[in-house]
């Protein structure tokens, strides 16, 4: 078991993701519960999600989707905040199963403890599925390979949202020479971290792009850390090419660092949030990827309503795709 911790968290990003999920005021995006809904019946079904964290919006952006799937189900949503504690979120996950509701998601801090849990839901016969994160180790578990017990995973494919990165990085390096590269990675113990670079490496790869990474180093999810991590990159090699940040908080961070330095370095992030949106728009960044995290939530309430058939694939998603300056209209900031 990892050390308990506080995280700085996509999504996030959480991971989730988690994310590139997001340490960002909540207050910025409005609270996940002001959603506009009505008491669900008495004697309702009951749902439960166990997030991460209310208080960081990639992670309410899931919280909206769920309770509103669950209304448009006339079912009960109930949602407990982890508050970025792994204990207090093993607590919660522990009074959920011990209410015995009819089924239970879990958006879990921590991959390798997440099994204990799935195997005490499943004890209970509570169905279990897992949001925006895999439960397991991510370093032998494919995204697609679900964790036996669950009913579901209902996430992005981090590969691939890496190797979308590594393509978009690819169309905008300048050509004809080794593309000087440094990683602002997430925090230790994410398995997207490890999950998205890899991902953004095979996408550099596929199209041939001579690199070499300079720096690789945390900036625990937030701008500040993102903006702290490239000002020390930058002040140790000048000329770095690009910056690929692995949730848009810290690319938003890194680009105010990337400014003040003068330099021209690239920047893309992971997540579509709206700030990053915003900022792609106005080209103080050069690329994301888009998520949607409030379909994770409807995806993850789904799963638990009608879980899939035995035989049937167990893993979940949507269609991600990265945006540019030219296409950023594309992606609607969902966080």
């Not at 209410?99 to 998601?105: E, M, N, S, V």
């Not at 494919?157 to 690819?170: C, I, K, P, S």
């Not at 848009?248 to 330099?263: L, T």
Request: glycine residues 10%; contains cysteine; hydrophobic residues 50%.
């Amino acid at each position: 078991m990892r050390p308990v911790r506080p995280i700085p968290l996509l999504v996030a990003a959480a991971i989730v993701a988690v994310g590139g999920l997001s340490l960002v005021a909540l207050a910025r995006h409005g609270d996940a519960g002001d959603t506009g809904l009505v008491a669900p019946p008495p004697g309702a079904p009951r749902y439960a999600l166990s997030t991460v964290g209310i208080s960081f919006p990639f992670a309410a952006a899931i919280a909206k989707g769920f309770r509103q799937a669950a209304q448009k189900a006339g079912a009960q949503a109930i949602v407990l905040d982890g508050k970025a504690n792994i204990q207090k979120q093993a607590n919660d996950i522990d009074d959920l199963i011990a209410q015995r509701p009819q089924g239970l998601a879990i958006m879990p801090l921590d991959s390798i403890v997440a099994q204990g849990w799935v195997g005490r839901a499943q004890a209970a016969q509570v169905p279990v599925v897992a949001v925006a994160a895999l439960v397991g180790d991510p370093r032998r578990r494919a995204v697609t390979d679900v964790y036996p017990g669950l009913a579901a995973l209902v996430s992005q494919d981090e590969v691939a949202t890496g190797r979308a990165a590594g393509d978009l990085a690819a169309d905008i390096l300048p050509a004809g020479q080794t593309a000087r590269i440094a990683i602002v990675e997430g925090a230790a113990g994410f398995p997207e971290v490890e999950q998205r670079t890899r991902g953004f490496l095979a996408g550099l790869a596929a199209r041939r792009i001579p690199y070499a990474i300079v720096a690789t180093q945390p900036g625990n999810w937030t701008p500040e850390g993102g903006e702290a991590v490239c000002q020390n990159m930058l002040a140790a090699n000048p000329r770095i090419d690009l910056f690929f940040n692995q949730a848009d908080d810290m690319v938003i961070g890194c680009a105010r660092a990337v400014r003040a330095a003068g330099s021209k370095a690239r920047l893309i992030g992971i997540g579509g949030s709206r700030l990053a949106i915003a900022s792609l728009k106005a080209g103080a960044i050069n690329g994301t990827v888009c998520f949607q995290p409030e379909a994770l939530g409807a995806l993850a309430f789904a799963a638990l309503q009608r879980p899939p058939a035995p035989g049937t694939p167990r893993f979940r998603t949507y269609p991600i795709h990265a945006v540019t300056r030219a296409t950023a209209s594309d992606c609607t900031g969902q966080w």
